[in-house]
């Protein structure tokens, strides 16, 4: 990663995130404003980070999770900005930024390592890889589309509206937010992990290889099964697909802490 | 010469008072004129609502004016002047202008935010103009007031949040449904505030509309007036569910839809959330269907309940818009003042530019011969003097207006420089 332009980036994410909570308590139009701008100066920041890298690497910047967690955020990032201009939701970013900004602090203090061995390479494991990426990015709009719809519900069952009653949007605009996303990211990470465990098969030598991320994802995989499932045969909606939401991005951050955090093939 | 308001309003005048004091337009006509007649007064505007009666004007002597204006007010509605007369406040100035731009930017309103009062400033001001009483004061400064109030309303959320029942219920709705188009209403009971409610979420698009009542004729009338259906009493059940919000005020004495109907309801529809609107006392639902998934219900304790946490957010927005009023005078009074001063800056460029022409002409006339290089630095020479000498004192003018000292430095300069007042 270029140091100095991605130092840069996280510090416009910071701001962004300051910037954002802000926004929460006190609306004043230009607070948000700002919050945009640091969150987009943020992002190019980030995309000249991204590229600097691949240049200096001659290959996608994803062979080690921390480099791809950093892409993750990038693309979260930018799917946030995309679906808050769509749905008009200020609030989005007051909580996707500070998932965001965890995540590329942690990305950018774990060392990289060199990456993958070349004779592992090749299109399919970046193929892979930026499939998975997009799916947790939409996992991690969903988590917060789920986080807003409970708070909001919260707000409507005491009756007594506070400031987050006036904040947020509509039960039902956050519900849709979390089926679309959970829609959007579900087949993403789907193809994601199939391509993987294909390709693990020859690279390992065995699917069945103790990894952590490897095995972690799919608990992650069968809880947003279970809630895609539930979503459209059984009707599921509101809080209990709210409350799936979370546990699922409880997994997926479990995931990738494992490959951060334990040894294994995915590298840290 | 000075601006100022003098009135009374709901802050410290009863009703009984302000209700004798109201004046209707053709009375406001003859009033405006009586009052600029004399000459005690040069331009004038009456405000006169349920909530104030105020005068704003110019005149040499505000306190006469007062005085004039509420005599003939006071004479015309049968009011002792005495009893006016300690309740009148005045404001002057800078006063004046804050005083008008918080009455317009409905700050001053005892509902804070509430849409009527710039409806009220603007007619009293189209009347003013009307009766020609409007002049190079008033209506620059009722026109900025018009500016501010706009922007109050939609820079703060001072008029955002209701402060009604039937619009809070409305609100709520907005709150758990994306949009209020193509829900489906169903009305229990013939209560006036159902009706209202009803009325509401309609005009937000809300459509189909049924109506379900004990007496079958009091359903068909309502569901006329809402441009709905009637439904018999027994379909209760059945319409509850098919429609999304539900609003009950009948007169029973016993709840009118139980948890368990609404249970049997929800299994079939999926969880699609079911919003209850409850405004009859004795309440028509049963205070248990608040646990059921994706069901809300507001009785109508709770509905007051969002009223008041409305109005506090109304009151936390005032300061925000207070804030604003207050930048907004500030720039007027400065733009004023600019314009107080400006007369004197170009009768003193043109004394000095009158005294560097005659002293030209003559040295010129000495040299009749010479070339026109030392004609034109002549001519440079002297203006570049007396651009040197006025830069001070123009600067030291346009600051003083803009500390408010101005008047002395006026004086002085003209004074200093033999200026002949206009």
């Known amino acids: ?268 | 010469m000075p601006l100022f308001v003098a009135g009374l309003s709901h802050r410290n005048a009863p009703v009984e008072l302000r209700e004798r004091l109201a004046v209707e337009e053709d009375k406001l006509r003859e009033l405006l004129r009586d009052v600029t007649a004399t000459g005690t007064v040069e331009e004038a505007l009456i405000l006169s609502t349920c909530n104030r009666v105020e005068v704003y004007g110019v005149a040499p002597a505000p306190g006469e004016a007062r005085a004039l204006a509420f005599r003939h007010l006071c004479q015309h509605r049968g009011v002792s002047p005495a009893l006016v007369e300690p309740l009148l406040y005045t404001h002057l100035e800078e006063d004046a202008i804050r005083h008008a731009f918080r009455v317009a930017s409905s700050l001053d309103s005892m509902m804070i935010g509430e849409p009527q009062i710039l409806g009220q400033v603007k007619e009293a001001f189209a009347l003013a103009q009307a009766c020609a009483t409007i002049g190079p004061s008033l209506h620059p400064l009722f026109t900025q007031a018009f500016a501010v109030a706009k922007r109050v309303r939609n820079e703060t959320e001072i008029a955002r949040h209701a402060v009604s029942v039937a619009f809070a219920a409305v609100e709520l709705a907005k709150k758990i449904f994306a949009g209020l188009a193509r829900k489906a209403v169903l009305l229990v009971g013939a209560g006036k505030m159902g009706e209202l409610a009803a009325r509401h979420l309609v005009e937000q698009g809300a459509f189909p509309v049924y109506v379900v009542n004990r007496t079958w004729a009091r359903a068909q009338e309502m569901a006329r007036a809402l441009s709905g259906t009637a439904l018999p009493w027994d379909e209760l059940e059945t319409a509850l569910a098919g429609v999304d919000i539900v609003i009950t005020s009948t007169g029973a004495a016993e709840p009118v839809i139980t948890r368990a109907a609404v249970q049997r309801v929800t299994n079939g529809r999926r969880a699609r959330p079911l919003f209850f609107i409850d405004i009859a006392v004795p309440r028509d639902v049963e205070a248990g269907v608040d646990s059921l998934g994706g069901v809300y219900r507001y009785d109508i304790d709770d509905l007051k309940q969002v009223v008041d946490a409305n109005i506090r957010e109304r009151h936390r927005e005032a300061h925000r818009a207070e804030a604003l009023v207050e930048r907004e005078a500030g720039k007027f009074v400065a733009r004023l003042r600019d314009v107080e001063v400006i007369p004197t800056i170009v009768s003193l460029r043109e004394r000095l530019e009158e005294i560097r022409l005659g002293e030209l002409r003559k040295a010129l006339a000495r040299l009749a011969d010479a070339p026109p290089e030392t004609r034109q630095a002549l001519e440079a020479l002297s203006s570049a003097i007396v651009n040197k000498i006025l830069h001070a004192p123009i600067t030291k003018l346009r600051e003083s207006s803009r500390a408010g000292a101005h008047r002395t430095w006026l004086e002085l300069v003209h004074e200093l420089f033999g200026l002949t007042r206009k």
């Not at chain 1, 399919?124 to 997009?134: C, N, Q, R, Y």
């Open chain 1, 1 to 268: 990663m270029h140091p100095t332009l991605l130092s840069l980036a996280i510090i416009a994410y910071v701001a962004a995130t300051g910037l954002s909570l802000a926004y929460l308590v006190q609306r004043e139009e230009w607070i948000h404003r700002l919050a945009s701008l640091a969150t987009i100066g943020g992002w190019l920041l980030h995309t000249g980070a991204l590229l600097a890298r691949g240049l200096q690497l001659g290959r996608p910047p994803l062979a080690s999770l921390p480099e791809a967690v950093s892409v993750a955020v990038w693309v979260v990032v930018l799917l946030a900005l995309w679906v808050e201009r769509q749905t008009g939701v200020k609030v989005l970013s007051a909580f996707v930024l500070p998932v965001v900004l965890m995540f590329s602090m942690k990305a950018s203090t774990t060392r990289s390592l060199p990456g993958l061995e070349p004779a592992l390479g090749g299109a399919w494991l970046w193929v892979h890889i930026g499939l998975t990426l997009i799916g947790i990015a939409a996992f991690v709009l969903n988590f917060a589309g789920a986080l807003m719809y409970l708070l909001q519900e919260h707000q409507l069952r005491l009756k007594r509206p506070g400031t987050l009653y006036y904040r947020l949007p509509a039960l039902e605009t956050l519900d849709r937010l979390t089926y679309r996303t959970l829609a959007l990211g579900f087949p993403f990470l789907t193809i994601g992990i199939l391509l993987g465990v294909l390709w693990a098969g020859p690279a390992w030598g065995s699917v069945l290889t103790f990894d952590p991320l490897a095995l972690l994802s799919v608990v992650a995989w069968t809880i947003y099964a279970g809630t895609l499932a539930g979503r459209t045969a059984a009707g599921w909606h509101g809080r209990r697909a709210a409350y799936f939401a979370i546990v699922g991005f409880a997994a997926l951050v479990l995931t990738l802490g494992a490959g951060l955090f334990l040894p294994g093939r995915h590298g840290s």
